[in-house]
């Protein structure tokens, strides 16, 4: 017999500022680097971009409702820190913090919990001019003067704070892979700008811990299990290497203050490790999240790289994925250190989405047994969902493959619960349909369906799903079969 959910379960859904908001421009926002970078020819799909996205910022009443009326516990969001800070380090642009507050105070009059996240990539565009964003110590201090006026305006009424949205992602897409801004292909300025965010990470943590004593705060990591393709001591061997390259680079810095040490030892050999000062470890150690956030949408199988075999990335669907798991190196590229140690290929065993995701809720039990026993903090699951082309027919939108995705993860979420995970809540990814960063508005993950298409915005009407139903019950179920 299973272990029922916690009374207190936050019961959630997920957005990012950039893939609902819309009004890119008004009340005096600042430019961020996805305005510019969607702005220009050729990087997102046929050209689609935020500037209106679903109009969330005009529909703020409307949304809410919906998220009232379908009893969500919890809902997760971002701020855009130049709507804040226009600039990213100067002037508060009091209109746009206003509009934080209104959400903030609609949330807390529908007993809705906040879920902040400080930045879920739109950095603001002058920070990148002006020192090359997340390459400069200079960024950090801008992102902890930003921290600083949220945590002040928010201590009272906002208990859990993110502070970054799969750093994993973003340094990895926007500065080796060079399909997200800042558009760098460079695996050395990659790992530089990444040690840049650990250091923002520690720093923000600390600060909120002297300013938010009663709130909890920790970074949302986009984590998959790796699996070796087969029994193969070479297999499993590069599995482990996977997952120090997949996982441990990132979640031992935020759980343990320290670069897992192999990896480090390898990255320092081919002359491309970040340049860790002592100062740098000392403010790495003395930081610590309240919680891990935890975004879930699969995990990755690898092989040995003696073998050669054909890589994932070749068939994958996605105009150009956010997916860490699909992006392998060519064997061209200079300086892949994972050439020698992994390979990742498709699991024979799992299904895939619409756009080649494989759907894995074992994985998710394992995930999150493997990420409490290695680094014992409570998990707020802050990220996972289903992306499919739905349809409206009848004016109605019965994504049932949705709500089997949905009721199997969690359902091994619970097992995990039983297991003996400690966990926080549960975020689905997403509220409503949003903008896929670069797949446009087709890949839905919604509850409620945006009529949006990727030609242009129409009535922007929300309707609410069938899985709008489905999750209402089960929150008013806490979760049971
Ligand atoms: C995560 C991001 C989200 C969201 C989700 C789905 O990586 O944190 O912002 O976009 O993935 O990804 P996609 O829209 O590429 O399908």
Same mark, same amino acid.
């Given at each position: ?16 500022a950039y893939?609902?908001e819309?009004a890119y421009n008004e009340d005096g926002k600042g430019p961020s680097i996805w305005d510019t ?20 910022y ?20 971002s701020v855009a820190w130049s709507r804040v800070i226009p600039d990213g380090e100067g002037e508060v642009n009091q209109a746009g913090l206003d509009f934080y507050i209104r959400l903030v ?11 902040l996240t400080l930045y879920h990539w739109d950095l603001p565009q002058a920070l990148q001019d002006k020192y090359l964003g997340w390459?400069s110590r200079k960024t950090v201090a801008a992102f902890a003067k930003y921290c600083r006026v949220l945590f002040e305006t928010f201590k009272?009424d906002v208990?859990?704070w ?38 923002a990470?520690?720093t923000a943590?600390?600060l909120f811990?002297?300013m938010v ?64 000062? *002592? =100062? !740098?470890? %000392?403010?790495?150690? /003395?930081?610590?999240?309240?919680? @891990? ?18 890589? *994932? =990335? !070749?068939? %994958?669907?996605?105009? /150009?994925?956010?997916?860490?798991? @699909? ?155």
């Open positions: 017999k299973l272990d029922d959910f916690p009374k207190n379960f936050l019961w959630g859904a997920a957005s990012a893939q609902i819309g970078y969607a702005h220009t020819e050729g990087n997102t799909y046929k050209g689609t971009n935020g500037d209106v996205a679903i109009d969330h005009h529909h703020l009443e409307e949304d809410v409702g919906l998220m009232a009326k379908m009893g969500l516990k919890a809902y997760r969001f105070k609609l949330l807390k009059e529908n007993q809705i919990e906040p879920v390459e009272d208990k859990y993110v502070t970054f949205n799969e750093q994993n992602v973003f340094t990895g897409l926007g500065y080796r892979w060079g399909n997200h801004p800042p558009k760098v292909t460079d695996i050395k300025r990659m790992y530089a700008a990444n040690h840049i965010v650990n250091l990470n520690a943590i600390n811990h002297e004593p009663k709130g909890l705060i920790g970074p949302s990591f986009g984590y998959g299990p790796v699996y070796p393709l087969t029994g193969d001591p070479n297999d499993v061997l590069a599995s482990v290497n996977a997952d120090d390259f997949n996982n441990n680079w990132w979640l031992d810095v935020y759980c343990r203050g320290e670069y897992p040490y192999f990896m480090m030892k390898r990255l320092q050999a081919m002359g491309i490790a970040p340049e860790v000062t *002592a =100062a !740098d470890q %000392k403010l790495l150690k /003395s930081a610590k999240p309240d919680f @891990l956030g935890i975004n879930y949408y699969h995990g990755g199988t690898v092989q040995t790289n003696r073998l050669q075999k054909k890589v *994932a =990335a !070749d068939d %994958k669907k996605d105009f /150009s994925s956010t997916d860490p798991y @699909l992006m392998q190196p060519k064997e061209d590229q200079a300086q892949s250190p994972e050439i020698p140690m992994f390979n990742s290929v498709s699991s024979p065993y799992l299904e895939k989405t619409e756009w080649g995701w494989e759907i894995d809720p074992i994985g998710f039990r394992v995930a999150l047994r493997q990420v409490y026993e290695k680094y014992r903090l409570p998990i707020f699951v802050t990220e996972n969902g289903l992306g499919a082309a739905d349809q409206l027919v009848d004016g109605q939108v019965n994504d049932d493959y949705r709500i089997k995705y949905l009721a199997d993860h969690v359902l091994t979420m619970k097992e995990a619960i039983t297991d003996g995970v400690e966990m926080i809540g549960y975020c689905a990814w997403s509220f409503s349909d949003l903008l896929s960063w670069l797949n446009g508005y087709r890949k839905r993950y919604g509850f409620v369906y945006v009529d949006r298409d990727d030609d242009g915005p129409k009535e922007l009407k929300r309707i609410p799903k069938a899985s709008y139903y489905w999750y209402q019950k089960l929150i008013a179920d806490n979760g049971a079969d």
